[in-house]
T-cell receptor, first 113, second 114 residues
Framework: KAGVTQTPRYLIKTRGQQVTLSCSPI?????VSWYQQTPGQGLQFLFE???????NKGNFPGRFSGRQFSNSRSEMNVSTLELGDSALYLC????????????FGPGTRLTVL | DAKTTQPPSMDCAEGRAANLPCNHS???????VYWYRQIHSQGPQYIIH???NNETNEMASLIITEDRKSSTLILPHATLRDTAVYYC???????????????FGKGTHLIIQP
């Protein structure tokens, strides 16, 4: 069974731009969660989607948004990029929700210049 | 979610058992203990979870004290590939409403020495 895939793996943007990251969960998984990892703050929860609905959201500004499609694939968008948005963005999928075992993708490394 | 306390780093000799402690003194009755690890430059990997009974799978064993205020993750025969940051996470079951994401602390950086 294929694992969680994330595209692109690496991305360089400049301040003020917007970016869209993509995540394809494991086949059959309906829950997709997004996390941000930085050296200073560690791994922080962004939001979770289940069956195309956002179920919960972490403590991030409205510039961070996401969506999930009917095939469970998910995208997250960051608008008006700031230098502090430079991070590894991780996507995790699970069968029914984030209380179940979560399978993480390799992440997208975003650098904001 | 209840908070957890883990040592920042530990060393273990290759081939020996690695015992990683975690304190979760404020855990409530319906909260589970989860362990994940993150090898450098990779996404976190699920290891094991449990409620009150000890659990074992192909990767590790989880020992939870009777009062549930602490637990130990045991890697029975550590290899160099087990060098990673290990995260102990405590959280409750999904009530069907909002589902919070995992709250990762600083974890324990386990270094397996050859």
């Amino acid at each position: 069974k294929a694992g969680v895939t994330q595209t692109p793996r690496y991305l360089i943007k400049t301040r003020g731009q917007q970016v869209t990251l993509s995540c394809s969960p494991i086949s059959g998984h309906r829950s997709v969660s997004w996390y941000q990892q930085t050296p200073g703050q560690g791994l922080q929860f962004l939001f979770e989607y289940f069956s195309e609905t956002q179920r919960n959201k972490g403590n991030f500004p409205g510039r961070f948004s996401g969506r999930q499609f009917s095939n469970s694939r998910s995208e997250m968008n960051v608008s008006t990029l700031e230098l502090g948005d430079s991070a590894l963005y991780l996507c995790a999928s699970s069968l029914r929700g984030s209380y179940n075992e979560q399978f993480f993708g390799p992440g997208t490394r975003l650098t904001v210049l | 979610d209840a908070k957890t306390t883990q040592p920042p780093s530990m060393d273990c000799a290759e081939g020996r058992a690695a015992n990683l402690p975690c304190n979760h003194s404020t855990i409530s009755g319906n909260e589970y203990v989860y362990w994940y690890r993150q090898i450098h430059s990779q996404g976190p990997q699920y290891i094991i979870h449990g409620l009150k009974n000890n659990e074992t799978n192909e990767m590790a064993s989880l020992i939870i004290t009777e009062d549930r205020k602490s637990s130990t993750l045991i890697l029975p025969h550590a290899t160099l590939r087990d060098t990673a940051v290990y995260y102990c996470i405590v959280r409750g079951p999904n009530s069907g409403g909002g589902a919070d994401g995992l709250t990762f602390g600083k974890g324990t950086h386990l270094i397996i020495q050859p």
